[in-house]
């Protein structure tokens, strides 16, 4: 790759953030090289500064952010010294960018094709006629289903997939030397990923565009990249060509991203038949309006045992969690509690139902008020369930502090914006641990963190079933997660149990083939993955015949 | 020429204005506790005069009687002198010759602490209803919605008018007729912001774990909804006392002989067309209170907004 022509340098790149009027240095001295046709991986956790370098090789700075040092070349350009209009000239033009969310991303008042050939137009490249006709050839290109239509339909008229290859597209119309891919599939379902990555790939290789693919991910950034920088905390751990990153990284950090996922619960023996499930759902229809989300749902869940609910968006995995906590009474069957029939809304059920159930939610932001001190937040189940006052409750909050690992003299009397992600989600199990509750469901507690910081959770999340009995209920669309923490699986699709057993059937074959498609979506750290992968669907393996929820 | 001067003077105002904000700043910012003294730092300097004046507003109303040379209501000189006639009346005298500064000084006691009073009524009313109707929903929001719907449809001051002349004017009433119409402004700021906040997972955590009516509200929705209530506090407060002043002058509000601005901008408004700013006094009271509260506003929407520049 390195006999191409350089295309992008950056030396020894020093980008300032603001915070509390004061500017503290988030990028940290980085160097990138990038030729033209290469795909440059950038990883790291959240915080690692990977979004600001991506948009900083296009001479951009987010709001309350600036560059303050380095040199940025573009293929001849000094992008820092340059005026802010040639700069302009450049962005859309030669350079172009592909945000995370592409829902959020799009104008929601004008097609797709006008948005498309905006660019395009405003660069002066082609005409809005040669723009449309470009866009019908680069939408088909994509994948998309229908190009010659579909660029007319509006944003919210296409699902997530699609729209994520649809601003692809759009990125590529002025046909850019690079483009930025900031997160493109994070927001993504498994099988609607892989369509994205494929179509990524494909297009990138056509028109030997070079490109920054930013992601979290390791699995995914093995397919796409041609060498892959790691970083830490705005520093660069290691650079290196991809194969030789996967086989043999030479940091400690790095090792310790690759080892990540190797927490694996140990096999539980198999439930003596006749025991009362700690929660069980019995033939539960359930759904908003006239429209049933829920069709007749059954499973058990037992003591000391997790269950992971598994599915797409719109699976009816979260609804399931409401229908059992009683915030959706369901229109047909019923929540048993140790043997016993809940009621079916919370207002009706008495204080002792209530504890014995607790929830953690996915949002740690939004599930902890942000005006009440970790003593309020974690001590008011504590009070109001076992009536703990003054030095017990203290006492009691301490406990359950030193229980989530945090130091109960320094963390007692922080408010929860004082705290990192990762910490957040333990005061949430903290709370839902003070009411000391025979069953826990745990809403994607996962999904929003890194996965370091992921693997600690859940290792504690372990650790306190063995200690308190705890039986889970663990919603998740993470297969990785449910291979290291789940007992039982129930495999969700459109409001229905697809297929249920227990986990070391499950990922055992014969699968169902919606199962099977499932489970053949989830990244693997093998560069070759992707091909295989699209070598057997297209062959009608892997479970080609089924259409992902996403679509 | 005259209109140079004008503007050199009010340039030489605002300068003046920020010079006394900076040096209010400097000195809070001094003889405040660690914790103020941060916030106080990032006032700007509108902010900063517009809490001088209200502070020296405060001051006035509680020492009236201390500061006025005369009593508020005793005929003590010829009528409409002009300020600076005699040394003894500072503002000159009003239409039956009771001093203009002393009138003034005690007008800060009534209009102030009457709309004060009216703003808090106003805001327990609004809010507590608003956040009800955000949390129960259902039919409770839709009676107290429309309701407001309807108090709303009818202009504020036509509508107060119309209360007052039916209840009869009293000071007592005159605060309950405002508070309640005010109160509908407020109700839907509160319903508004708290719809925001009820559908966050710490209420419905809240919910589930069986936490009663009022302790969600004063909890876990209130701390959350306060920011955006103190920054409409000040703007209500200088509304009501904009109605306040309004009523005042049509004869319906405070009533005489109890001094209150508006009303002493009706009294002596006839001697505007003998060149005398007699009259503009009490308004310009008002209009210096009001900017006042509005600079405080800024800052403090500014900073609960959470934008920096």
Redesign the interface.
Known sequence: MSDKEVLLTIRDLRIEGRADEEWLEIVKGVDLTLHKGEVLGLIGESGAGKSTIGLAAMGFARDGCRISGGTIDFDGIDLRSASEAKRRGLRGKRIAYVAQSAAASFNPAHKLIDQYSEAPVQHGVMSRGEANNDAVELYGKMQLPNPDEIGFRYPHQVSGGQLQRAMTAMAMACRPDLIIFDEPTTALDVTTQIEVLSAIRDIVEQFDTAAIYITHDLAVVAQMADKIKVLLKGEEVEEADTRTMLNAPTQDYTKSLWAVRSHARPEQPPIEAGTTPVVSVKGVTAGYGTLDVLKNINFDIHARRTVAVVGESGSGKSTTARVITGLLPPREGEIQFNGQTLPADYRNRTKDQLRQAQMIYQMADTALNPKQKLRELIGRPAQMYLGLNGKALEERVRNLLDLIELEPDDYIDRLPSELSGGQKQRIGIARALAAEPQFIICDEVTSALDQLVAEGILKLLDKLQAEFDLAYMFITHDLATVKSIADEVVVMKEGVVVEQGPKSEMFQPPHDPYTELLLSSVPEMDPDWLDKLLEERAAGGAGAAVEGAGN | MGFLTGLLWLAAAIIAAMAAGWLFRTAAVAVTPRGVSKELK?APLTASFGMLMIIIYILVAFLAPVIAPFSETEVVGPEFMFPGDDPAFVLGTDNLGRDMLSRMIYAARNTVGIAFVTTALAFIIGSVLGLLAAIVGGWLDQLLSRTVDVLMAIPALIFALLLLTIVGTSIINMILVIAVIDSTRVFRLARAVAMNIVV???V????????GLWRLIT??IL??AMAPLVAEFGLRFCFVFLTISALSFLGLGIQPPTADWGAMVKDTATMITFGNVTPLLPAAAIALLTVSVNFVVDWQLHRASGL?E
């Open positions: 990032t966050m997972d710490y419905e955590a809240a919910k589930l774990r069986g936490e909890r876990e701390p959350n920096k």
